[in-house]
């Protein structure tokens, strides 16, 4: 498949073995406006998907070669977050409960009901939209905190932990005076403007 | 014996041989009876030839005068010719003749009037002497002088009256001794005025006469004019110049004469015959000359019969030589009577001699014979009583009045009364008992009635009692013998009491088919039911007809062949009380075939419920394959539903939102179309093998039916992630076989191979379908898997009911399998390497109509 197109514009990855599956699913998926890219099999969308693009994966469960849950298992493997909704047919509804266990974020039974199906895409969306806002902003961060100097990391470090100036001077040795200007530097550095935002932070650079 | 002496001639006789002779006579008669017939037969033919020539003369002398005749005419149209020319007319209107002057004819010579046209009268094949222009009182007016010959003085005279007699004229005439022919007409002006008259005067002499006949071109035949007063020829064509003046008698010496007389020429003076007249002398070398080729032709026809009849003679009585010879040759060598004559000459002869001796010899040998005889007889009177003696049968002699005059040591055994006893006594009150008796005498009776030459002496059944009493039927012929006028009786008594208890057996036996409770039957060649027990009248009401009767066509072709092969055929028949099987038995040297029935209808309800039943388990196992594989079914199904809707969903929106291009909307419908047709294919796939359907027998491709059932499997493929590789004939391979039994057979295997698959490791799965057909002629599938494998000891089970090494199933499928198979004359086999895979391979004939099987 063709990857045209920035890789911010969100794209409905379709990856089915069944063509005419492929083709309807583009038809209708296409008619509210969506990018859709289909694949014939796992290693086909494999081959052309690079971390980072934005979008998510319509992925049936039962093909040839790499099947569905394999491939969720690869991607989870290498930390690709793509939401992934898992396409089930009848009677297939044991291997959907593992798809979801695995962390598919939905699943949805063949035939389709088109609006459930356009709901779970568009939530699946969004959730990848959030997913590239958190890690964009955990870039930013970590670029930030690459700013601070050893002492305003452990002073940040300190503070987020939820420890009073006195007890880090204590424990620095340093003055608490000192302290509290380390504080100052790290709030400016981190572009925090409370506390609270600060801990915040910090916990998102943790994660 | 001494020859008598002969005359010289017989003698003589006796040497030729009797062809020569033959020869000799047939030569002889034929040269008499050519002497006698030779004269009269020339005589008869000489009459023949002077009547035939008389006939001929007469035709010939009417053709002359019939010439002479038109030749006289063209002279008359000659001058007609002439007097109506228009040179007459305009030469006489102008000149006018005075009746009363004496004016002299003017006369041309060497010089052509002014009336006559140039080349009318130099044109005549005899030119007139004259020709005269006479005024209406008939005098001459003018004469032109044509030929030197001086005019007659009678001319003037002749010319007068001939013009008042009558306007036209033409006749012969007699003038200074000389015939002319006068030729007188009327010249008339355009008003028809009488200006005078134009006269001819034509010579008939030789000339004249010659070119009257000119178109006759045999010079032979002479014509002449004949005084009739004086008998004198005038003038005569031809240049015979002793006929001229001739008397017509003496012309008859050398002339053979037909005279005619003139009656077309009524007004001449003279009285004139028409003779004509042919040379006598030519008349007879032509009638020599037919008289000896005639003779000569009667000649040879008499030569040819007379050779035939004398080749016939010789060839004849050489036969006839040959045969007495032979017959000489015989009777010598068989008689032993030397041949009294040399061994050539007239055989007739020699055998009459011959004969009288041989009459002799018999004479002789009649003698020796009688002698030979007597003793013959008194040999055979011997032989005779010991035939007697010996005999099986009691021989009884008897005089005309019944008392025995011979009593034979059988009778003697059988009767238990001694020779002594039995002599003199009736036989009839002896031996026969009161009923009997009376039947013996009237047989007696009769016997005497037939003369000696009867051969069959008459025969009877009869009773007799021994002297122990006991009761003997027995068979009674007697035979009369005349001696020397006084009739005896042979009575040949026979013991017949063996014989009627065989008879009884045999009758007893005979009732074995017919106290039979099932058919039987018997039927010659011609196909005619010559017996039938009690048992067969269901099948005669099946075939239609009666004992005695003509079985069907079908029937009589297959006792025909049955009786021509000489091997037994069964065949069944369902009549009105059940279903019979039928065996027939040929029995070749009479001619017949004997038939068996058996009722074997019970025995077909039997297996009809029972093939009922297994259709029936072949449709539920089916069933339960079905039921088996309807996850996979319905997933199958789910596609092309889930397609549809999203299409269909898709063009939803589209159109309610106003998007789209209609080429795009165009295509999404036909894409929902596409998807419903697939869904509809799955459908009828999986109603054909749910539907119960009665077995049927259809010609179809193997490959056809393998895709088929690859197609069923195809989730179950999908779900192993296994695909079928097919490696299918690339020709058709047809079988007659039911389309859904035989895929419910590969669909089996081919689960079953899945199932062995879903056992190992998913990367190497493999599953090979081949079809084709066998070096022998059998068409084959062959599904192999590289899957788990069966172990030797439960392959030997494979194909038992309710063997199974799966956890579900029913152990069914290559049990039923096996008789679909078995069902269709194929079969089925298995081999395996167990870890390694197993192979199933099928085999069914290929498409051949004569594969009837029972189902049908």
């Known amino acids: 498949m063709k990857q045209n197109g920035n890789a911010a514009e969100p794209t409905v990855f379709v990856v089915d073995d069944d063509e005419a599956m492929r083709d309807s699913l583009r038809w209708l998926i296409e008619s509210v406006g969506l990018r859709v890219e289909c694949h014939d099999s796992a290693e086909s969308f494999l081959e052309s998907y690079y971390p980072g693009r934005s979008g998510c994966l319509l992925l049936d469960v039962r093909m040839p070669g790499m099947s569905g849950l394999e491939l969720q298992e690869y ?41 459930l199906l356009l709901d779970a895409i568009r939530n699946a969306l969004a959730v990848n939209e959030k997913q590239r806002e958190k890690r964009a902003l955990r870039a930013e961060l970590a670029a930030r905190v690459a700013t601070l100097t050893p002492r305003e990391h452990q002073v940040m470090e300190m503070v987020t932990a939820g420890r009073s100036n006195k007890e880090i001077a204590a424990e620095l040795g340093v003055s608490a005076k000192t302290v509290e200007a380390h504080r100052a530097k790290v709030m400016d550095k981190m572009q925090a403007g409370s506390l609270a935002e600060l801990v915040r932070m910090s916990m998102l650079v943790r994660e | 014996m001494r020859e008598p002496q002969r005359p010289l001639f017989k003698q003589l006789l006796r040497r030729v041989p009797m062809p020569v002779l033959a020869a000799l006579f047939g030569l002889l008669t034929a040269a008499a009876v050519w002497i006698v017939i030779d004269p009269i037969q020339t005589r008869a033919i000489g009459n023949i030839f002077r009547q035939e020539l008389q006939a001929q003369l007469e035709t010939r002398a009417r053709e002359s005068l019939l010439r002479f005749d038109s030749f006289v005419q063209s002279y008359v149209n000659t001058v007609r010719l002439l007097a109506n020319h228009r040179r007459m007319a305009d030469y006489l209107e102008p000149l006018v003749w005075f009746s009363g002057d004496d004016e002299p004819p003017r006369v041309y010579r060497d010089q052509r009037p002014l009336w006559a046209p140039v080349n009318a009268i130099d044109d005549l094949p005899v030119k007139p002497d004259y020709a005269i222009l006479a005024d209406t009182d008939g005098r001459m007016r003018e004469i032109y002088q044509i030929t030197r010959r001086p005019l007659p003085k009678e001319a003037r005279l002749e010319i007068a009256h001939a013009i008042a007699d009558a306007p036209h004229q033409a006749y012969l005439t007699r003038m200074d001794d000389q015939l002319y022919l006068l030729l007188a007409e009327k010249v008339e002006d355009a008003s028809y005025y009488h200006m005078g008259s134009l006269v001819l005067l034509v010579p008939v002499d030789s000339r004249f006469l010659d070119a009257s006949q000119q178109r006759a071109p045999d010079s032979a035949i002479t014509v002449a004019l004949v005084d009739v007063d004086s008998q004198k020829i005038l003038v005569a064509s031809g240049n015979d110049p002793l006929l001229r003046g001739a008397l017509l008698d003496s012309a008859r010496d050398s002339y053979v004469t037909t005279v005619q007389s003139f009656f077309d020429y009524g007004n001449t003076p003279l009285n004139l015959l028409f003779a004509t007249l042919m040379p006598r002398h030519l008349v007879d070398a032509t009638r020599s000359r037919i008289i000896a080729v005639e003779r000569r032709h009667r000649l040879t026809g008499a030569a040819i019969v007379g050779l035939i009849f004398v080749l016939l003679f010789v060839l004849v009585s050489n036969r006839i030589n040959r045969l007495l010879k032979r017959v000489a040759d015989f009777s010598s060598r068989a008689l032993h009577i030397e041949q009294p004559a040399p061994r050539g000459g007239n055989r007739l002869l020699i055998m009459e001699d011959w004969i009288r001796s041989f009459t002799q010899a018999v004479m002789r040998a009649r003698e020796e014979m009688r002698a030979q005889y007597t003793a013959e007889i008194e040999e055979r009177e011997a032989l005779k009583t010991a035939v007697l003696d010996a005999s099986l049968d009691p021989i009884v002699t008897i005089d005309q009045h019944g008392r025995i005059v011979d009593f034979n040591p059988t009778a ?149 062949e049955v009786l021509s092969t000489g091997r037994s055929r069964e065949l069944e028949v369902t009549t009105s009380e059940g279903i019979l099987s039928l065996l027939l038995a040929p029995v070749s040297d009479l001619d017949y075939v004997n038939v068996y029935g058996r009722d074997v209808t019970a025995m077909r309800r039997a297996e009809e419920e029972a093939r009922h039943r297994q259709n029936e388990l072949i449709h539920v196992s089916r069933l339960s394959t079905m039921g088996e594989m309807a996850t996979g079914i319905a997933h199958e199904l789910n596609q092309p539903l889930s397609a549809i809707v999203n299409f269909a969903n898709g063009c939803v929106r589209r159109l309610r939102l106003g998007i789209g291009k209609k080429e795009e909307l165009i295509a999404a419908m036909e894409q929902i179309a596409d998807q419903a047709r697939r869904a509809g294919e799955i459908i009828k796939r999986l109603r054909g093998m749910v539907a119960r359907k009665q077995p049927v ?49 590969i669909l089996n295997l081919l689960r079953n191979a899945l199932d062995a698959l879903s056992g190992c490791e998913p990367d190497g799965r493999r599953l090979v379908v081949t079809t084709g057909v066998t070096h022998d002629g059998q068409a084959y599938i062959e599904v192999r898997d590289n899957g788990v494998g069966i172990a030797p000891d439960e392959l030997k089970h494979l194909f038992d009911p309710f063997f199974t090494t799966k956890k579900s199933g029913m152990g069914m499928g290559l049990s039923i399998s096996q008789t679909i198979v078995t069902e269709h004359n194929g079969k089925i086999s298995a081999r395996s390497v167990p870890g390694r895979g197993a192979v199933f391979t099928v085999e069914l004939p290929l498409n051949e109509t004569a594969v009837e099987s029972k189902v049908s």
């Not at chain 2, 009884?504 to 106290?515: D, G």
Request: hydrophobic fraction near 40%; aromatic fraction near 6%; include cysteine.
């Open chain 1, 75 to 115: 991607l989870q493997q290498h930390e690709i977050d793509i939401p992934v909704i898992i396409i089930t047919g009848h009677g297939d509804v044991p291997m959907s409960v593992r798809a979801m266990k695995k962390g598919a974020i939905d699943f949805i039974e063949k035939p389709f009901n088109d609006e």
């Open chain 2, 412 to 560: 003697v055994q059988t009767f238990g009364y001694g020779q002594e006893e039995a002599l003199n006594q009736p036989l009839d009150k002896l031996i026969f008992d009161q009923g009997s008796r009376e039947s013996f005498n009237s047989l007696l009776a009769d016997s005497m009635k037939l003369d000696d030459e009867s051969v069959q002496p008459v025969l009877r059944t009869l009773t007799a009692r021994s002297k122990d009493g006991r009761i003997l039927p027995v068979e009674v012929a007697i035979k009369p013998v005349w001696l020397e006028n006084e009739p005896l009786f042979t009575t040949y008594i026979r013991d017949i009491s063996e014989r009627q208890r065989q008879a009884r057996e045999i009758v007893s036996l005979a009732a074995f088919p017919s106290e039979s409770p099932m058919p039987v039957l018997r039927i010659n060649r011609p196909g005619v039911v010559i017996y039938a027990n009690r048992a067969s009248d269901a099948l005669l009401d099946y075939w239609g007809c009666q004992r005695m009767q003509t079985v069907p066509i079908f029937w009589k072709r297959v006792v025909e």
């Open chain 2, 697 to 745: 027998r259809e010609e179809v491709d193997l490959n056809n039916l393998v895709r088929d059932a690859c197609a069923l499997i195809s989730h179950d493929q999908h779900k192993l992630g296994v695909a079928v590789e097919s490696r299918l004939n690339g020709q058709p391979v047809m079988v007659r076989v039911d389309p859904v039994q035989i895929e419910q057979v």
